[in-house]
Nanobody, 118 residues
């Protein structure tokens, strides 16, 4: 059974930082592309960052220069370091694992809430 379990969300003031973690089980983590997506109320889910295999990381335009994605294959964990947080970063953040063929191998976590507010 595949599980992606996110943690690290919470309430933070504007300008603050948070570090999200996603621990994967039930998959061969090292051969999966890993990513973070987010969904704010009333909006579509959007890409935050992806760390693919053998390629450069990709970031959504709104988080470039502020967020950093990384992975530790030994711990089956992907991280999202979020700095200089803004109110518009408020959303539920989801962890994703996928590999080809993606219509078969595409998994999501349950999400963790990040709220940026003073």
């Amino acid at each position: 059974q595949v599980q992606l379990v996110e943690s690290g969300g919470g309430l933070v003031q504007p300008g603050g930082s948070l570090r999200l973690s996603c621990v994967a089980s039930g998959i061969a983590f090292s051969i999966y592309n890993m990513g973070w997506y987010r969904q704010a109320p009333g909006k579509q889910r959007e890409l935050v960052a992806v760390i693919p295999l053998g390629a450069s990381t990709t970031y959504g335009d709104s988080v470039k220069g502020r967020f950093t994605i990384s992975r530790d294959n030994a711990k089956n964990t992907v991280y999202l370091q979020m700095n200089s947080l803004k109110s518009e970063d408020t959303a539920v953040y989801y962890c994703n694992a996928h590999r080809t063929p993606q219509y078969v191998y595409d998994y999501w976590g349950q999400g963790t809430q990040v709220t940026v507010s003073s």
